[in-house]
C-alpha cells in the first residue's frame, strides 16, 4: 500500500490544520499543555512510573500527528529517569499508528511550535523514516532515557491486527487520540475498540480527549470501565478508564507462536553480521552475552566492501516491504554507531542501472505503482545517472540515495566493540554439536572441549549445514566470489555504487570491489580464475554502453566465501522447532480446521536462530536481531505477523502440512522431521 502524506496548512496561529478532516492538530491554546493533562496526567502516567517493576513501559496511541504526544512523552521519561536513575523501569515503548503522515518539512514547520521541546524535536527529525507501509523501529537514548518509538504507517484498523500481542496483552496505557469523531467517523469505531482491549494488558489505562456518547458506550462494550473528566481548557469533558479484566486471546496461528526467555544470559555462535548486530541489540538491553566464533568475520562478512541498498520488487509484496523496513533501520543504526566508532564506509548512493529493455519496462511499472517515496527510490535518465556515477552511464536508472557501500568486517568488529562490557568474545572454536541436558545447551567444540548455556543463538551462517540438529531445515549454501579490481583512469573517478547483475563499488585504496558469483551447494573458498573471468563478463556484458567496461581488469585479488539462503529468499529468525513434535501436533492443518483447536507450537527450549540472510546482512541483520532480542526480552517486536510468520523458522513444515506433503505414515513422519 503506497503511503500518501497528510496535506496540511498552518492557520493564522501556526497551528497545522489538515485538509482532508478540517480540524486541528493540537490545540490552538496549548497543545502541550493539552497533551500533558489529557494523556499524560490523565493516564496516571508519572505515578505509575515511580511504581513500576517491569524493564518496561507500553504506551500505544491511535494517531501520531505531528508526533507532540510522543515527544511529550519522551521528554517525561527522560525526567523521571534523571529523578529516579535506580527505578527498575529502564525503557519506554510508544507505539504509534497514522495512515497520512507528515512529510519532513511540514513536521519540522510544525515542531518549531515548541522551542521547549527543540532537542527532542530535532531527534526525531533526523530519525524520520521513509514514509512506507509498517512498522519503523526509531531508536532515542536521552539523559540516561531509553526510548523506543515504533511507528506504524498505514489503516488503524488493518495495523491493529498485525501487532505481535503475547497472552498478557502488550499495552499498558492508550492514548486514544486522532482527529474529532464528528470529523474522522472511521478511525472512532467498535472495532477499534475492541482492538484496544484485546491488546491491553489487565489495568490497562485510556485516556482521550473526547466525551461523545458513542465512543464511551463502545469503550464500555468493548470491556473498559469508563468515567467523565475534567476536559483541557474550553472543553467540559473528556473520557478516561481502565481495563479491570484481561480477555481472553484467540491465537489465530498458534504454530507460529514466539515465546520470550527467562534467562538474561545468551551465547551467540557466530561472528559476522547477525551475531554482531544481535549481540549490540541484546547488550543495548542489558544482556551479558557470551560469543563464541571461530574468528571474528571469517564467513561471508569478511569482505572489503559490500553493496548497502534494499532489494525492492514492482509490487508491494511482503518481501519489498520488510527489504524497505530493514534498510531504514539499519541507516539509523549505522549512522548512530559511526558517530563513534570508524569504519570505512561511504553513503555514496547506489545506481540500479536499466541496461537492457526488460529492466527498463520493470523500472518504469515500479515508478508508476508509486509504493515507494522518492526520497528512498528515484528515477533517473542517462545523463542524471552520469553525473552521480562521475562516469559516462548510457542508461536510465533508480538511485537510493542513502544507500552506498560499507566495510562488513570493519562493520562487525564496531558493533562487537560498542557492546562494552557486557560482552564477551570466545574465538577459536567451532561448534560440531548442541545437546540439551539438565536445562543446558552442551555446546561441544572440535578441539574436544565443551561449555553449556541455557539459552543459546545459532548465527553460524554457512556453517550450519554441518550442525546434524539443523539437518531437517531446508538450508542452501550459495558460495560467492568478488574481485578487487585495481582502479584504473578509465573508471577511478567512480563515485557511487553500479548495481545490474552484479556490482562495483567506488575505490577504497587504489581497488574497487566488483562482484559476484553465486554457485549454489559449494562450500570451498579457494579463488579461481575461472570466477574472476565470470564477474568480468558479467560486468562488460551488462554495462557494454559503456566505453570504460571495456577497460576492467582483473589480476587474481578476490576473495570468495559461502552466504546461507533459504528456498524462499527469506531469513529464518525465532526458536528453533521441535520438527517431530511439530509434525504431529499439525499433521491435519490440511484439513483447515480452526486454530483454536492446535496448541501453541513446541520449540527446543532455549535454542534461538538468526541465520539465512544471503547477500542481505547488510541490509537485513539490524533489525532482525533487533526484533530477535526484543523477543527475548518479552518486548513489543517491530514487525507484523504476517512477517513474522513468514521468518519463522518451522515456516516449511508448516507449509507442508498445509499442503499434506508428507504426512501420510507414522515412518515417513518421522523420517522427514
Not at 500500500?1 to 496535506?7: E, P, V
Not at 519522551?74 to 527505578?87: E, G, K, T
Not at 561449555?451 to 539443523?470: E, F, K, W
Not at 480452526?594 to 532455549?606: E, I, K
Request: glycine content about 8%.
Amino acid at each position: 500500500m503506497a503511503i500518501q502524506t497528510a496535506q496540511i496548512d498552518f492557520n493564522e496561529l501556526g497551528t497545522p490544520v489538515a485538509n482532508a478532516f478540517d480540524d486541528v492538530y493540537f490545540s490552538n491554546a496549548n497543545g502541550l499543555a493539552e497533551t500533558r493533562y489529557v494523556f499524560l496526567h490523565n493516564n496516571q502516567i508519572p505515578q505509575r512510573w515511580q511504581q513500576w517493576q517491569n524493564a518496561h513501559f507500553v504506551i500505544a496511541e491511535t494517531g501520531f500527528g505531528t508526533g507532540l504526544n510522543f515527544l511529550a512523552s519522551l521528554a517525561a521519561f527522560a525526567d523521571f529517569r534523571a529523578n529516579h536513575p535506580s527505578s527498575p523501569l529502564k525503557r519506554l515503548y510508544f507505539i504509534s499508528t497514522e495512515k497520512f503522515p507528515l512529510s519532513r518539512g511540514d513536521l519540522q514547520q510544525a515542531l518549531n511550535h515548541w522551542p521547549v521541546l527543540a532537542e527532542y524535536s530535532q531527534a526525531l527529525l533526523n530519525n524520520y523514516p521513509h514514509l512506507t507501509a509498517g512498522c519503523h523501529r526509531l531508536l532515542f537514548t536521552l539523559h540516561d532515557a531509553d526510548v523506543v518509538l515504533d511507528l506504524w504507517l498505514g489503516d488503524l484498523h488493518e495495523l491493529l491486527v498485525q501487532w505481535h500481542c503475547p497472552p498478557t496483552g502488550l499495552v499498558d496505557a492508550w492514548f486514544l487520540d486522532g482527529f474529532a469523531p464528528s470529523k474522522n467517523p472511521d478511525m472512532w469505531t467498535d472495532q477499534l475498540f475492541t482492538h484496544m482491549a484485546t491488546l491491553g494488558k489487565q489495568d490497562c489505562t485510556f485516556a482521550t480527549f473526547t466525551a461523545a456518547g458513542f465512543v464511551r458506550r463502545g469503550l464500555q462494550q468493548a470491556g473498559f470501565a469508563v468515567e467523565k473528566r475534567q476536559g483541557f481548557g474550553h472543553k467540559r469533558d473528556m473520557l478516561a478508564g481502565y481495563l479491570p479484566s484481561k480477555l481472553p486471546q484467540a491465537d489465530n496461528q498458534p504454530w507460529y507462536f514466539r515465546r520470550t526467555a527467562a534467562h538474561k544470559q545468551v551465547a551467540i555462535i557466530g561472528a559476522g553480521l547477525a551475531g554482531a548486530n544481535l549481540a549490540y541489540s541484546l547488550c543495548q538491553k542489558g544482556y551479558q552475552v557470551s560469543l563464541y566464533s571461530k574468528a571474528i568475520a571469517d564467513g561471508a562478512s569478511g569482505n572489503r566492501q559490500g553493496g548497502f541498498y534494499p532489494q525492492l520488487h514492482v509490487d508491494d509484496n511482503l518481501s519489498s516491504r520488510f527489504m524497505a523496513q530493514a534498510f531504514g533501520f539499519a541507516r539509523r543504526r549505522y549512522a548512530e554507531l559511526l558517530t563513534s566508532q570508524t569504519v570505512d564506509h561511504d553513503f555514496c548512493g547506489v545506481l540500479q542501472i536499466a541496461f537492457n529493455a526488460a529492466l527498463k519496462d520493470k523500472q518504469q511499472k515500479l515508478v508508476q505503482k508509486g509504493h515507494w517515496p522518492t526520497n528512498l527510490l528515484t528515477p533517473l535518465d542517462s545523463r542524471a545517472a552520469s553525473d552521480i556515477a562521475g562516469l559516462d552511464i548510457p542508461y536510465p536508472a533508480l538511485f537510493i540515495q542513502d544507500g552506498g557501500w560499507l566495510d562488513p568486517a570493519g562493520l562487525t568488529q564496531a558493533l562487537l566493540q560498542a557492546c562494552g562490557d557486557n560482552l564477551q568474545i570466545i574465538q577459536g572454536k567451532v561448534v560440531e554439536e548442541l545437546v540439551h541436558q539438565d536445562g543446558q545447551w552442551q555446546l561441544h567444540w572440535q578441539d574436544s572441549s565443551h561449555n553449556h548455556h541455557p539459552l543459546v543463538v545459532l548465527a553460524t551462517g554457512a556453517d550450519s549445514v554441518h550442525l546434524p540438529l539443523l539437518h531437517n531445515l531446508p538450508l542452501r549454501p550459495v558460495r560467492g566470489q568478488v574481485e578487487h579490481i585495481p582502479s584504473l583512469p578509465a573508471y577511478t573517478k567512480l563515485k557511487t555504487v553500479l548495481c545490474h547483475k552484479g556490482y562495483m563499488t567506488p575505490a577504497i585504496n587504489g581497488r574497487h570491489a566488483m562482484g559476484s558469483t553465486y554457485i549454489k551447494q559449494d562450500m570451498l573458498c579457494d579463488y579461481r580464475s575461472t570466477e574472476a573471468e565470470q564477474n568480468l563478463a558479467i560486468h562488460q556484458q551488462a554495462m557494454a554502453g559503456c566505453d570504460w567496461a571495456g577497460q576492467l581488469i582483473t589480476d587474481g585479488q578476490g576473495r570468495a566465501s559461502v552466504r546461507l539462503g533459504l528456498p524462499d529468499h527469506l531469513p529464518l529468525v525465532g526458536a528453533m522447532p521441535d520438527l517431530p513434535t511439530q509434525s504431529k501436533s499439525y499433521a491435519d492443518l490440511y484439513l483447515g480446521k480452526a486454530p483454536q483447536g492446535y496448541a501453541q507450537a513446541t520449540d527446543l527450549p532455549g535454542l534461538y536462530l538468526l541465520m539465512g540472510l544471503g547477500s542481505r546482512g547488510l541490509c537485513t541483520a539490524p533489525l532482525l536481531a533487533e526484533m530477535l532480542s526484543s523477543q527475548l526480552a518479552g518486548e513489543p517486536l517491530p514487525l507484523d505477523n504476517a512477517t513474522l510468520a513468514a521468518l519463522s523458522p518451522n515456516r516449511f513444515l508448516i507449509r507442508d502440512c498445509q499442503r499434506k506433503a508428507f504426512i501420510t505414515t507414522e515412518a515417513q513422519r518421522s523420517q522427514s522431521c
